[in-house]
């Protein structure tokens, strides 16, 4: 079970961006995320008459590894850890480390 989905608010704990916070967009692999507004770079991109698209310089936001995104608690307005509970019957979920409370997704 994934702790970071696609759809949860994130906060950057490390690198370039740190303290930024945002949507997670897709995950990439089992250790990329995508997160809007995070980890934008500037992309030189060849024109494409077959394609319709003009060359130049673009903004792309590229994966971030998930070690260094935290989850975002509205409630406590910190980043949280996730943790995994196992239901009585037998459903897992995500809940806060610090509160445990579910996690709404």
Do not use: C, F
């Not at 945002?22 to 024109?47: L, Y």
């Not at 910190?78 to 897992?92: N, Y």
Request: net charge positive; proline share 3%; charged share 30%.
């Amino acid at each position: 079970m994934n702790k970071i989905r696609k759809g949860d608010q994130v906060i950057v704990i490390a690198g370039r961006d740190k303290g930024k916070r945002g949507t997670v967009a897709r995950r990439v692999d089992d250790e990329h995320v995508v997160v809007d507004g995070v980890n934008v770079v500037k992309k030189h991109v060849k024109p494409n008459p077959m394609k319709g698209t003009t060359g130049g310089v673009i903004d792309k936001t590229m994966p971030i590894h998930q070690s260094n995104v935290a989850i975002w608690n509205a409630a406590t307005s910190k980043a949280d850890r996730v943790g995994i509970k196992l239901l009585d019957g037998g459903r897992k979920v995500r809940v806060y480390k610090s509160t445990g409370e579910e996690i709404k997704a």
